[in-house]
């Protein structure tokens, strides 16, 4: 069950990169041993193997068929066989609605975030920059970045939240879900449904990246319109990894995010113990360089939700509770236009990360690691140098290479948290950037 598509190699010493199916929202199926797979029925009298059957949903029973989400696994132990619960610290994770802090109309800029210098794993090295919505009314995002050195042996976390799209700019993140294998490489993301165990390692050394925590509606592949059939994000191009179970005994801990708060129990045995599976909930990778990017072949700046990778809609048509868009290499043609994104108001709030390379619309300040957020109806746009230069600029074929930038964009105000409005990374004089805009009016020269 191999998929035909070059995986990243490993670095020395690294596991070998696992195998994947192919297909966004497909019905996958799935054995690690011969015959685990039960034929014809989901919850036979006695499963293959000694297996337990246990449906996993993300997605309410009733939910549409094109929609539904779930996924029957069968398993060495139900998930059910674990200690109770207690709540434990939960650093400088935060979820809506919180009352530290509240929405700003300001501009906001953070250099690359620190990597810790104790050993930190993926889930105490989670820092929250923003939240809007609701954990409890399932609306909204989270906005985390993670900041880990030491990949996790004894621990494994599920979010009950919400879905996590994990976005890694240093280091790639091998994810062991109770699907299987994902190993993502910075230019890669993926995503881990809602309430599905995991693990993260890091291969590599030392890892930082963004996660959008998506509390709405599953992610989507967004409409195309008049594109037609193909272009964007094709569904061919995003990979679900193959069965690969652990039989494993010991003092192992399952940490839990519920309601907005950590939660950790103890547990006695891996619960990544999925021998097979079949159904549609299930973890993905998709590599950013297979977004088929379309623009103008003529003239005026396209709104940048053309590079809308995935989307999580609302109760509103066309305003999204969240979208993942990209700006990624692509040639730039456009006659006789300002060729940087616009000088713009926007209902929408707008993250911004940057995962390698420079943005075109900034010259310094928006580094690989930071990020910056304007929330809905804030004015941004290119800072003064940059409109000076595209003004000013012969107007050819030009090849935007070394790039690769991105989006999370909601339809609701972002919420900083305490930890992001105090950081040593804020750029506190971000402002600064656009106080240099010249006055150019002429009323007798058209």
Not at 138 to 166: C, K, P, W
Not at 197 to 206: H, I, L, M, Q, S
Request: proline share 10%; net charge negative.
């Amino acid at each position: 069950m191999a998929h035909p598509h070059p995986a990243p190699t490993p670095a020395h010493g690294a596991a070998a990169s696992p195998d994947y199916l192919a297909g966004f929202g497909n019905e996958h199926a799935c054995e690690a041993l011969p015959g685990a797979l039960p034929v014809g029925r989901f919850s036979p009298q006695r499963v293959p193997y000694g297996l337990y059957a246990e449906k996993f949903s993300s997605t309410a029973f009733t939910a549409p068929r094109r929609v539904n989400r779930r996924t029957w696994l069968y398993r060495i132990r139900p998930s059910v066989v674990h200690g109770a619960f207690e709540p434990i610290e939960s650093g400088r994770l935060r979820s809506a609605p919180l009352d530290e802090t509240a929405p700003l109309p300001d501009q906001l800029r953070w250099s690359p975030f620190a990597l810790p210098d104790v050993p930190t794993d993926f889930v105490d090295g989670l820092a929250t920059l923003g939240v809007n919505g609701s954990v409890p009314l399932q609306t909204g995002v989270a906005i985390h970045v993670y900041l880990a050195n030491a990949s996790m042996t004894d621990r494994y976390f599920l979010d009950a939240d919400g879905e996590m799209l994990l976005v890694p700019q240093q280091g790639r993140l091998d994810l062991a879900t109770e699907c299987g294998r994902l190993l993502v490489a910075p230019g890669e993301v993926a995503v881990v449904p809602r309430g599905m165990k995991f693990r993260v390692a890091f291969p590599d050394g030392p890892g930082r990246g963004y996660v959008c925590e998506n509390h709405g509606a599953a992610f989507e592949l967004p409409e195309r319109g008049p594109v037609g059939s193909d272009g964007f994000a094709n569904d061919r191009d995003f990979l679900v990894p193959t069965a690969a179970y652990e039989d494993r005994e010991g003092d192992f801990r399952l940490a839990c995010k519920y309601g907005g708060r950590l939660f950790q129990c103890a547990i006695g045995h891996s619960p990544l113990d999925v021998v097979a599976w079949v159904g549609t909930s299930v973890p993905y990778k998709y590599d950013l360089a297979r977004f088929n990017t379309l623009g103008t072949v003529s003239f005026d700046h396209p709104d940048p939700s053309i590079y809308t990778v995935l989307t999580s809609p609302s109760d509103t048509a066309g305003v999204a509770n969240a979208d993942f868009v990209i700006f990624p290499p692509r040639w730039m043609v456009a006659e006789d236009t300002f060729r940087p994104p616009w000088y713009h108001r926007n209902v929408m709030s707008e993250f911004m990360g940057l995962v390698h390379g420079v943005y075109d619309a900034k010259q310094k300040g928006f580094e690989p690691g930071g990020a910056s957020l304007h929330n809905g109806m804030s004015a941004h746009g290119p800072e003064a140098s940059v409109f000076e230069k595209a003004s000013a600029a012969a107007l050819r074929p030009e090849r935007y290479a070394d790039t690769l930038a991105f989006m999370f964009e909601s339809r609701y105000p972002i919420q900083p948290t305490r930890f992001a409005l105090d950081c040593e990374e804020r750029q506190r004089d971000y402002l600064d950037c656009w106080q240099g805009i010249e006055k150019y009016f002429d009323p007798t020269k058209p």
